[in-house]
Nanobody, 126 residues
Framework: FQLQACGGGLVQAGGSLRLSCSLSGESAEYYAAAWFRQAPGKEREEVSCISNKGGNTDYSDSVKGRFTISRDNAQNTVYLQMNSLKPEDTGVYYC????????????????????WGKGTLVTVSS
């Protein structure tokens, strides 16, 4: 089971980016997913998560109202739409997944994620 994130880049403050995370090897609908980020010199921070069938989402206070997590299980892809970006959003963004099973299972920030992809760099200039 592998995850691959993409969509990072350089954007001005106030701009938008959409990150994508492809899940391969097993059906995405069995896995909750999350986005984490790590800024230079700072600890990794979980910014959002979504349940395996997309029925519930959770966000950190730092991104609530600006970021939206979603998923398309038919495409085995999880997205993070990032709007109103700020310089403090700069960092390497990672997607992660944790097994939930065949039924919808709620997920919350802090839940354990077992699988990680390589990160994609987001740089927000002021």
């Amino acid at each position: 089971f592998q995850l691959q994130a993409c969509g990072g880049g350089l954007v001005q403050a106030g701009g938008s980016l959409r990150l994508s995370c492809s899940l391969s090897g097993e059906s995405a609908e069995y896995y909750a997913a999350a986005w984490f980020r790590q800024a230079p010199g700072k600890e990794r921070e979980e910014v959002s998560c979504i349940s395996n069938k997309g029925g519930n989402t959770d966000y950190s206070d730092s991104v609530k109202g600006r970021f939206t997590i979603s998923r398309d299980n038919a495409q085995n892809t999880v997205y993070l739409q990032m709007n109103s970006l700020k310089p403090e959003d700069t960092g390497v963004y990672y997607c992660a997944a944790g097994y939930s099973g065949g039924r919808e299972r709620a997920v919350y920030l802090g839940d354990v994620m077992d699988y990680w992809g390589k990160g994609t760099l987001v740089t927000v200039s002021s």
